[in-house]
């Protein structure tokens, strides 16, 4: 169980970046003038929560 942290760690990266594709799916069917910075301010969730995984895989393989 030494991985607990590191696996609730990457579950709730993958539930913020599930969460985050849903919103642009709501947005892309609901598209309006108003949609463009929320779609930016996603996108860097996504990119960040991707980079997240990768740094506690990457690290994960090192110990």
């Known amino acids: 169980m ?3 942290p590191l696996d609730s760690s990457i579950k709730e990266a993958f539930y913020e ?3 985050d594709i849903d919103k642009l799916v ?3 069917n ?3 003038v108003f949609s463009y ?3 930016g301010r996603i996108e860097r969730s ?3 929560n991707v980079k997240a ?3 506690l895989l990457i690290s994960q ?3």
Do not use: D, G, H
């Open 53 to 55: 995984i990768e740094y």
């Open 26 to 28: 709501f947005i892309a």
């Open 2 to 4: 030494a991985n607990a």
């Open 37 to 39: 910075n929320e779609v």
């Open 17 to 19: 970046i599930y969460k």
């Open 46 to 48: 996504i990119k960040q």
């Open 30 to 32: 609901n598209a309006n």
């Open 61 to 63: 393989k090192s110990i």
